[in-house]
């Protein structure tokens, strides 16, 4: 092709993402995006190339679920998807919760203090909402119940009161020990202390503001004692608690200070904490394509779109990780694979899971659809290590560890272990993750698929600013990103190769 028609391809190809990506309520009826046929974009892609897919996701900003920017994510991986060759790439839709917090303030005997909203608290279950703490806010005394634990609620009496108490991050690296049946650290990075610090996803909020409402408090302060200094902390909404009184976050050294503030004060500690804002029904979506192969078998491979900031590693990241994996997959004959390919990125991680819990219904649960799943690959989070050294992030160049939680045979994890090692995929383990998936599920995207049957393997990685806006460009392991490749395109052919029957354990 000459320089002029390659020119000329390329410059309708970026015209027509840069259309869909800013117009995402018309894509569904929209022209596709044209097929990309420059020479970057077949085979193995580059570093940079998969970086660049990272940052244009960066670019939309915060990409929350029913929001603009959530939309213009979605529309530009779908255009993602048919430029690299997917087949009826459409978005398949649930009904989630957008919670926003539009006023919210902390003070203590009219002192201010530096404070951010705990998401989806204050809500009404399972209905859509407005809500504000009234004219001048909510007014209340104060109390200090430590860790929450339950004999100190009992103990302090915390009716009709603003309640301060230890948010915990409670599961470390070392907690998974037990699961870990391959590790590849060669330079033995691992030991040193930073096993042992707990990552930001499993705390005990949902079990502490439970207390706290059945023991009729009014409001509650998180102190974000585990965490550096930043209180701006965005909590997942868990799918299990309806927290239903106003909350907000203060920083480890904030809270420090204000439990001095209470004991010099006394019974008089008087505290008020404004929190206004709406909970809103709105349109979850997942965006799915299909790579045709030989048969009806099919691969799964997921990620999510979604973050509450810029959200680099969660989870442009993941979602760069997913494009590499396509183009690979859609540079060979469909005559190449025995199986058929299903691609998907979905959103709805911060809002309550509701179009994965949809998808894996459909797909997994039922089997409604021409496809018959027999293996899931979820990739997130590819990550540069962070720590907290005196109350501050300190960034390491290094990745974070990252965990491939997997379900499958013997022979497939034999030949999954051997891939890490021939592409060096630093400081990464292989988990079993066969227990998990037939009890409380995976601490991942995959966690519904998994637990509905589906042979699964999951890529995850937990740094301590995962939900915060920290959480940028700069984050991003970027010399992990052609090796985690590696590593997966080799387990997308095995899987492809290996009988549905011997896939699973």
């Known amino acids: 092709m000459k320089r002029s028609a390659k020119l000329a391809t390329g410059v309708v190809f970026l015209l027509a993402a840069a259309f869909q990506a800013s117009n995402a309520k018309a894509q569904d009826a929209a022209v596709p995006c044209p097929r990309d046929v420059r020479p970057e974009a077949q085979g193995m892609p580059s570093q940079d190339r998969i970086f660049s897919w990272i940052e244009d996701l960066t670019k939309i ?32 839709k649930a009904t989630s919760w957008l919670w926003q917090a539009d006023k919210s303030s902390f003070s203590v005997n009219g002192r201010p203090i530096d404070s951010f909203p705990v998401n989806y608290s204050f809500v009404t279950p399972d209905q859509p909402s407005v809500f504000s703490t009234g004219p001048g806010g909510l007014q209340a005394p104060i109390v200090d119940v430590g860790d929450g634990n339950a004999w100190a609620i009992r103990a302090r009496d915390v009716k009709g009161k603003i309640v301060v108490f230890d948010l915990k991050f ?67 909404y868990y799918r299990r608690s309806q927290m239903t009184i106003p909350g907000v976050w203060v920083t480890k050294s904030d809270g420090q200070l204000l439990r001095e503030q209470l004991r010099k004060a006394g019974k008089g500690a008087q505290a008020n904490l404004v929190l206004e804002g709406s909970r809103t029904e709105v349109e979850a979506r997942a965006v799915v394509g299909v790579l045709p192969g030989r048969g009806h078998e099919t691969i799964l491979m997921t990620s999510h779109h979604d973050s509450v900031s810029a959200g680099a590693v969660e989870d442009a990241s993941g979602v760069g990780a997913l494009l590499a994996q396509l183009q690979i997959a859609a540079s060979k004959p469909a005559a190449e694979r025995e199986k058929t390919m299903l691609f998907a990125t979905m959103d709805s991680h911060f809002t309550g899971y509701q179009v994965h819990q949809a998808f894996a219904d459909k797909y997994v649960t039922r089997q409604a659809t021409p496809y018959k799943l027999v293996a899931g690959i979820t990739l997130e989070h590819i990550a540069r290590q962070g720590v907290i050294k005196n109350g501050q992030l300190e960034m390491r160049d290094q990745p974070e560890l990252m965990g491939i939680m997997n379900n499958f045979s013997y022979g497939v994890r034999r030949q999954l272990k051997q891939s890490i090692i021939k592409n060096d995929l630093r400081r990464s383990a292989t988990l079993k993750a066969g227990l998990l998936c037939k009890t409380f599920g995976l601490p991942t995207d995959a966690s519904f698929t ?25 984050k991003v392991a970027k010399d992990q990103l052609i090796p985690v490749t590696k590593v997966f395109a080799d387990l997308v052919d095995v899987l492809d190769r290996t009988p549905a029957d011997q896939i699973g354990q």
């Not at 900003?61 to 530009?76: F, I, S």
């Not at 870990?180 to 909020?205: C, H, Q």
């Not at 990685?461 to 460009?473: M, Q």
């Open 450 to 474: 998994c637990v509905a049957g589906l042979p699964t393997a999951s890529l995850i990685a937990a740094p301590i600013y995962l939900y915060d806006e920290d959480d940028t460009l700069d």
């Open 61 to 92: 900003g915060k990409r929350l679920t029913g929001t603009p920017g959530g939309e213009k994510a979605a529309a530009y991986v779908k255009c993602q998807f048919e430029a690299l060759g997917l087949q009826d790439v459409r978005y398949e």
């Open 170 to 236: 409670e599961v470390s690296t070392v907690a998974f020990l037990p699961f870990v049946d391959f590790l590849w650290d060669p330079k033995l990075t691992l030991l040193e202390p930073s096993i042992f610090a707990a990552n930001p996803y499993l705390t005990n909020l949902s079990r502490v503001v439970k207390r706290l409402q059945e023991a009729g408090a009014a409001g509650f302060v998180g102190v974000l004692s585990d965490y550096y200094d930043s209180n701006r902390y965005h909590n997942e």
